[in-house]
């Protein structure tokens, strides 16, 4: 099989290697095309264009394969936890039982915000955006520690940044959410692992301590695992973008919270409530939300569907939904937006539209469901979606510090805009 390929441009044929990843995936390498043919690419939104080599993550959209370090999805689901994936994507391997307690152990140890970032918070609104909140803090919290800002910390000190960035993001988030909601701030409890932890700085209070359910602590950790990382995403992308040009992990991990932020993105799970509260509210049986979602016209989109890799099952929305039947019986709820859910999917699995689209729902379809049973409130949901794709930043973060030949991403252009303008003196202009 060639691992070249032939370009014919303007009479001349050129030769580009081609690339082939360990899963088959082939890549044409561009890398010295601008210089042999005067001619760079384009390709919106980089739908087919690879950005790096990457050992952490692997999908396969037609096939709804995802595996964390070549460890298939489906498993890690059913057998592993939030901070053990964490560390098997940060690391390349599954923690032994050492590595594993000292792994948490410095999670603990790294649980605390600085107390003087108490006051940071102060400063918001008590309507802000949760999102905007952890993103300003996330970069807050690396001011109180000066060495955290080091852009490329020896492996030892990366240790104790990664440690504190995945650790502190819970209790950021905890933090911003007692505040909007005018509660007092309940500290992390050493006795707690991280999903509990979380749980209990959320929704404690100052005399007794929230009621730590076994299946929601695991609800949670699993919804953390699912989304803890899927290759080079918009945010993940985005924080490999602001590592290229070596700026501290804190850094880059507010520009992926960011990215993360908006409705195409992470920000569908919480579109994908307000979907279904809107149909539910309407007395709509779905229907007619399918049909405005197929007119272009309408600015309506059945939110938690599609995917711009997977062009079948999301395998995270399958596990998601065997969780979220799950859940709910054993908490005894029945909620109406389930029931619309899954009259949407079958609805839109049976349409032409969504199946010659190739349309499925993926991660963000049924995640706010299990979040609603947790009492999550909505706003918080791209939140718990930042918290899980962490460990993810966090290794791409690293890939690209360890990697001695990484550049800094600078893409090109096509300049389409005016050409040989002249300076017109104020007085002559219309
Ligand atoms: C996440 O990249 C990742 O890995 C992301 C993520 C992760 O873990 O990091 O998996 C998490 O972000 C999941 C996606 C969450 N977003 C949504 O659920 C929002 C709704 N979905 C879409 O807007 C859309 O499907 C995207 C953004 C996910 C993908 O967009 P693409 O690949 O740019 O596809 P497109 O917008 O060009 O759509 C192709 C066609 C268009 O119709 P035509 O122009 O061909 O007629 O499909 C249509 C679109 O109009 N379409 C939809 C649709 N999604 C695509 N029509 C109705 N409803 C939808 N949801």
Same mark, same amino acid.
């Given at each position: 099989?060639?691992?070249?390929?032939?370009?014919?441009? @303007?009479?001349?044929?050129?030769?580009?290697?081609?690339? &082939?990843?360990?899963?088959?995936?082939?890549?044409?390498?561009?890398?010295?095309?601008?210089?042999?043919?005067?001619?760079?690419?384009?390709?919106?939104?980089?739908?087919?264009?690879?950005?790096?080599?990457?050992?952490?993550?692997?999908?396969?959209?037609?096939?709804?394969?995802?595996?964390?370090?070549?460890?298939?999805? #489906?498993?890690?689901? *059913?057998?592993?936890?939030?901070?053990?994936?964490?560390?098997?994507?940060?690391?390349?391997?599954?923690?032994?039982?050492?590595?594993?307690?000292?792994?948490?152990?410095?999670?603990?140890?790294?649980?605390? $915000?600085?107390?003087?970032?108490?006051?940071?918070?102060?400063? =918001?609104?008590?309507?802000?955006?949760?999102?905007?909140?952890?993103?300003?803090?996330?970069?807050?919290?690396? +001011?109180?520690?000066?060495?955290?800002?080091?852009?490329?910390?020896?492996?030892?000190?990366?240790?104790?940044?990664?440690?504190? !960035?995945?650790?502190?993001?819970?209790?950021?988030?905890?933090?911003?959410?007692?505040?909007?909601?005018?509660?007092?701030?309940?500290?992390?409890?050493?006795?707690?692992?991280?999903?509990?932890? =979380?749980?209990?700085?959320?929704?404690?209070?100052?005399?007794?301590?929230? *009621?730590?359910?076994? #299946?929601?602590?695991?609800?949670?950790?699993?919804?953390?695992?699912?989304?803890?990382?899927?290759?080079?995403?918009?945010?993940?992308?985005?924080?490999?973008?602001?590592?290229?040009?070596?700026?501290?992990?804190?850094? +880059?991990?507010?520009?992926?919270?960011?990215?993360?932020?908006?409705?195409?993105?992470?920000?569908?799970?919480?579109?994908?409530?307000?979907?279904?509260?809107?149909?539910?509210?309407?007395?709509?049986?779905?229907?007619?939300?399918?049909?405005?979602?197929?007119?272009?016209?309408?600015?309506?989109? $059945?939110?938690?569907?599609?995917?711009?890799?997977?062009?079948?099952?999301?395998?995270?929305?399958?596990?998601?939904?065997?969780?979220?039947?799950? !859940?709910?019986?054993?908490?005894?709820?029945?909620?109406?937006?389930?029931?619309?859910?899954?009259?949407?999917?079958?609805?839109?699995?049976?349409?032409?539209?969504?199946?010659?689209?190739?349309?499925?729902?993926?991660?963000? =379809?049924?995640?706010?469901?299990?979040?609603?049973?947790?009492?999550?409130?909505?706003?918080?949901? &791209?939140?718990? =979606?930042?918290?899980?794709?962490?460990?993810?930043?966090?290794?791409?973060?690293?890939?690209?510090?360890?990697?001695?030949?990484?550049?800094?991403?600078?893409?090109?252009?096509?300049?389409?805009?005016?050409?040989?303008?002249?300076?017109?003196?104020?007085? @002559?202009?219309?």
């Amino acid at each position: 099989m060639s691992d070249i390929a032939k370009l014919e441009l @303007e009479g001349q044929v050129y030769e580009l290697p081609v690339i &082939t990843g360990t899963e088959g995936e082939k890549a044409v390498d561009i890398t010295q095309l601008r210089a042999k043919t005067g001619h760079i690419t384009m390709d919106d939104g980089y739908g087919n264009t690879g950005s790096c080599q990457s050992k952490i993550t692997f999908i396969d959209g037609e096939k709804g394969i995802l595996q964390y370090r070549g460890i298939p999805i #489906e498993e890690l689901a *059913e057998k592993s936890s939030f901070v053990e994936a964490a560390y098997l994507l940060i690391n390349g391997h599954l923690p032994s039982r050492t590595e594993l307690r000292r792994f948490s152990d410095m999670l603990t140890q790294n649980e605390n $915000l600085h107390e003087d970032m108490k006051y940071q918070f102060e400063g =918001f609104p008590s309507n802000a955006h949760p999102m905007a909140i952890l993103s300003a803090m996330i970069n807050a919290s690396s +001011c109180f520690y000066p060495g955290l800002m080091v852009n490329r910390p020896n492996p030892a000190r990366f240790e104790v940044h990664a440690a504190r !960035l995945l650790s502190q993001v819970r209790t950021i988030a905890s933090f911003s959410y007692r505040k909007s909601h005018g509660l007092p701030i309940i500290y992390p409890k050493p006795s707690y692992k991280y999903t509990a932890n =979380f749980l209990h700085m959320m929704f404690s209070d100052v005399y007794q301590d929230y *009621e730590l359910k076994p #299946e929601v602590v695991r609800a949670l950790d699993l919804i953390f695992l699912l989304h803890a990382d899927h290759e080079q995403n918009c945010s993940t992308a985005t924080v490999r973008m602001v590592a290229s040009s070596q700026a501290n992990l804190f850094a +880059c991990a507010a520009a992926g919270v960011c990215a993360l932020w908006g409705p195409l993105h992470g920000g569908a799970n919480q579109a994908v409530i307000e979907m279904l509260e809107d149909i539910h509210r309407s007395g709509d049986d779905g229907s007619k939300f399918i049909n405005a979602a197929k007119d272009k016209n309408s600015g309506k989109r $059945l939110m938690g569907f599609g995917h711009r890799v997977y062009k079948n099952y999301d395998p995270r929305a399958k596990i998601i939904k065997k969780a979220c039947d799950q !859940l709910l019986s054993t908490l005894h709820i029945s909620d109406p937006l389930l029931d619309i859910a899954k009259k949407l999917e079958e609805a839109a699995l049976q349409d032409s539209y969504f199946v010659e689209r190739k349309l499925y729902p993926n991660v963000d =379809f049924y995640s706010g469901i299990i979040m609603r049973a947790l009492n999550i409130p909505t706003e918080m949901f &791209t939140v718990i =979606f930042a918290i899980g794709r962490m460990p993810g930043w966090i290794a791409n973060f690293k890939e690209i510090m360890d990697d001695p030949k990484s550049r800094i991403y600078r893409p090109r252009q096509v300049y389409m805009g005016a050409t040989q303008n002249p300076f017109i003196p104020m007085d @002559e202009r219309k």
